[in-house]
């Protein structure tokens, strides 16, 4: 009995912590760049992909290709805001109308690039065996890449973090989510910083499809699940909250893994019953205003 | 020192401004005084950058300002402190100041600047790790006054800063407009309180429905008959 609760607590930590990385990457999105990135899930999947791809053609090591696909990303989506995002954001006048927009380009966004998946890796199931030796944790057996993965995924929320609290950028990245056009009067560039949180988004996303694709299985229609989660998420921890969006990924990590105890086949039927039940309690989520 | 010339700014497809010229010298308090929806604000936008004018020209130390991005403005050494302050809620009172130092010639002094923004604003420092969110409203006018020093400007835009405060700290908000002459700070003053504003402005404009009515030294104005009826009520 007791051996099965802490099963049930760590397999949720450990997906909490992949939960918690995809969220905080849609909160930067969502919460500073108003950008409602239904293509979050892609970037995942591209960061898998890569990673697939490095390990299988090039042998090279999962962990190191964090260390890549970090920065690929970031300038994938830093271009990615600069180009479609901007354009977008001047031709709708700011506000509503470029949320509405914006979500619906990244609908777009998110076939092109997942058919642009299918077309150069094929549309199978793919997958690498990676750091799959067992651990045994008190009387609890894992395989290690999923705990590297989880202390990969905190590392990086943690680093995120401190980067946001402690830094010039990153306080002009606060800044610029409580109030533009005051950042803009700081001496805060605006449109690099909102193009800069698209692209640590996009970042956060591909480490995160990095760090999955040790454990879990890789093709190109996998993203929008993570979407969907990242957005319960960031409603669970509060719009626009960092710290919120952490502390919610793991929230609901144990909550599926708690459900999947249980029933596995209802572990996303819970997250969208909590998601209603959020809406409706308390629409402002844990951490949110 | 800032020049505007024959300005008319559309706000969205209204005119809200004809025809403006302005001139602040170095050293001087300059104020804009006028009604509600006069166009105040909307001609402090169009100089900070956060609008641009449909036609005529704003210099800045002999520069053309007019089209630049309001950060690229705040780097020349001009501070604009907007409408009802717009501090940073969820920041510290510290993390607002530091914010106001975020150009780069002035994040390098800003432990510096700080101390002296502590000296005139003594109750910021006593707040110093509070959010700003928490603050009375008074203490949130000094904390954007304090976060617009930050930057170390040349001159200092303030856009109504009494306004909505307690009648004891109005004047002492006008107590240290007025002592940013001592650290040679330009400043240009928009208000509603006309009687005080022309009591430390050098030199006025009037402004009305977006055209200018009336220029002169504070001093004239406050005697003037048109000043007197339609904003001083005497």
Known sequence: MVIEIIDIFLSGLLMGGIYALIAVGLSMQYGVARVLNVSHGEFIMLGAFFTWSLYTYCNINPLLTLVICGPVMLLIGFVLHKTLYRSIRISSGGGAAFEGNSMLASFGLLFVIQNMAILIWGASIKGYSYLAFPVNMGGVIFPANRLVTLLFAVIISVAFYLFLARTRLGK????AAQDPDAAGLMGV????VLALCFGLGAMMAGLAGTLLSMSFRVQPTMGL???????????????GS???????????????SIVSAIEPSLSLVAYYMLFMILLLVKPTGILGR | MLELNNINAFYGKVQSLWDLSLKVEEAEIVALVGANGAGKTTLLNTICGLMSPASGSVSFLGRRIDGLTPHSIVEMGLSHIPESGRVFPDMTVRENLEMGAYPYHAWKMKEETLKQVFQIFPRLEEREGQ???????GEKQMLAMGRGLMSRPRLCMFDEPSYGLAPKLVLEVFR????????????LLVEQNVRHTLEIADRAYVLENGRMVLEGSGAELLQSDYVKKAYLGL
Do not use: K
């Open chain 1, 172 to 175: 002009a990245i606060r800044a």
């Open chain 1, 189 to 192: 560039n605006i449109n690099q």
């Open chain 1, 225 to 239: 699940e993570y979407t969907l989660i990242a957005i319960i998420v960031v409603v669970l921890g509060g719009l």
């Open chain 1, 242 to 256: 960092i710290p919120g969006s952490f502390i919610g990924g793991f929230i609901l990590g144990l909550i599926g």
């Open chain 2, 131 to 137: 959010l700003a969110r928490t603050l009375s409203g």
């Open chain 2, 176 to 187: 240290i407009v007025n002592s940013l002459r001592e650290h040679g700070i330009t400043v």
